[in-house]
């Protein structure tokens, strides 16, 4: 057996994200879609970022994201995706290098560009995502590592990582490459139009391979073509071991065998950006599950640490979560 | 600091259970009421008595059949309750005493006999208790002992300790010991009935001293006259640290701050005798919260000692729980 090295590892879409605060009419004027992931292509996207003023630009990518929380949290991380060799590139290099996470991925020299993400930020905090996957979508089978997977307690994997079957190779590798070396994996659903457009593949990969699953309830919901939660929560109970499921200000609900767990939603001011919130509840939820705590408490983590990515922009945490996940948690009376 | 000895001192009614079987008309004919706790005098009690064929005698009382339960898991435990040092009264502690539990309490050496339920069960497997508490209702302060009270992790109070005054003051002695010791204390709502007469009293109890409640959903509901789970689940969980609240074949659902964990119910073939179901589960949900399980584990682990006790007359378990548990456990893929 591999020495274990790292709590987690993460596979998905090396992007960065360019923010910027619009409008409603923004988006309606150019028959954009609100609320969302659309993906775009290069022309596009350059276009959108050219109407824009750019808040900032922060590295982000789903996976990327929770393996950034996690580190903040104090887990050891590494991560697989892959940039270009170019400026965004090493933005995104430099970026999860400082969060001291091990990314190894060999960047592409020729070809498309780095993958960005023009992240429009409405007035509600509604976040609508154009993604420009470029570099990111040339992850192929030769990228997945088996030294890291087998290093790796978990795998984990978000759901963007669809369109191009060389990627979705890439993840049943990996996949395949964690059971062989006993080790756990996690899926995140990640959008509603991945589950739309790749219900059935995603429901196979789901049943044959993930361990536990994330999903907010909309996307749980689509995943069972049903509105009603407490049926979409029995039917997804016998194919996973765990299954935490999102529901904004309702907090989440973690399916576990026998067990159905609500955890209320941790108490927000004001949110400003509703980007990562997924991918940083993942990144306390795991955290927790990796250091033995209770499903409740890893829930409550993970709302921890979705609160504070939302309010601010970026998905990429601003204050140390180690600290302030010990803080939240001793103030709810558990052990920090 | 006193030494740690007993995980549980339970405190309760010290009764011996009569065991018979009866037709619904049985009980419409006499015009006994269905499903509940009914007192009765000693002559009504020995009315009923004379009327049926008693399955057999067996050590009851519902604080005791916890401390017997949890005895079986292999905790250790102490029981203060009153009995007659009568035929019944060495009965009831023999039986505990063959449970390994330690019972100091002085009995009475005149005065009313040791207390009885006599527990008619219809074909639908309910219970109707009619019981003559006796001796049961001369505990008083003085049997309260507070070397006891300090060497256990915890106190658990059954509900039906409400009809003395004398009794009263001694379940609040109890509290204030163990609090005085900062142990913590367990209470079982026990009873609609004692829920109907007792509401204000009861919620004041259960504010002031309470730590862990155990009812089940219709005493839930009556205590906070409401019909809505959900509205009493958010009324109860500010007054302790955990309710767990039964729920027959709907399972059970466990409130801790703010996660509510809803555990499914065993699965059971045939019910033979719902005695003692309350009873029981609070033996094994306090058996793992003592061992630092899980609230959903607590759960699961009431739901098995429940599931066991209503498979068969009478309120003790007729195998070793600990053995039954460890094997159900590791069935549900959890540690034994």
Chains 1, 2 share one sequence.
Not at 162 to 177: G, N, Y
Not at 186 to 215: G, P, Q, T, Y
Not at 272 to 297: H, K
Not at 317 to 325: H, Q, Y
């Amino acid at each position: 057996m591999a020495e274990m090295v790292y709590d987690v590892v993460g596979i998905g879409n090396a992007l960065v994200d360019v923010l910027a605060k619009v409008g409603d009419t923004f988006l309606s004027e150019r028959n954009l879609d609100k609320g969302n992931m659309t993906l775009v292509e290069a022309a596009e996207a350059g276009k959108i970022y050219a109407d824009v003023i750019p808040e900032r630009q922060v590295s982000g990518g789903s996976a990327a994201n929770t393996v950034a929380g996690m580190a903040s949290l104090g887990a050891d991380c590494a991560f697989i995706g892959k940039v270009h060799d170019d400026e965004l590139g090493q933005l995104f290099q430099r970026d999860i290098g400082a969060a001291g996470i091990d990314f190894f991925t060999t960047p592409l020299t020729e070809g498309p560009a780095t993958g960005r993400s023009v992240v429009l930020v409405t007035p509600d905090a509604v976040r609508s995502m154009f993604t420009y996957l470029g570099a990111a979508r040339h992850l192929t089978e030769a990228d997945i590592d088996e030294k890291i997977i087998s290093e790796a307690k978990m795998t984990f994997i978000e759901g963007y990582l669809w369109d191009e079957p060389a990627e979705h190779q890439a993840i049943v590798k990996a996949c395949e490459l964690a059971h062989k070396h006993e080790k756990e994996v996690a899926f995140s659903v990640s959008d509603i139009s991945c589950v739309i457009k790749h219900r059935e593949n995603m429901l196979s990969l789901i049943k044959e391979h993930v361990n536990i699953l994330f999903a907010n309830e909309e996307e749980l919901l689509s995943l069972f073509a049903t509105d009603d939660l407490n049926t979409a929560l029995n039917e997804v109970k016998p194919l996973v071991n765990i299954a935490a499921v999102t529901r904004d200000s309702r907090g989440s609900v973690v399916v576990h065998g026998r067990e159905k767990i609500f955890v209320e939603a941790e108490p927000i001011e004001n949110v400003v950006d509703s980007t990562g919130a997924g991918d940083l509840y993942a990144a306390g939820f795991l955290y927790g599950l990796n250091r033995g705590r209770s499903l409740g408490t890893c829930a409550t983590i993970g709302g921890i640490t979705a609160a504070e990515i939302i309010t601010h922009y970026g998905a990429r945490p601003e204050v140390s979560l180690r600290g302030l996940v010990r803080h939240r948690l001793m103030e709810y009376g558990k052990r920090p």
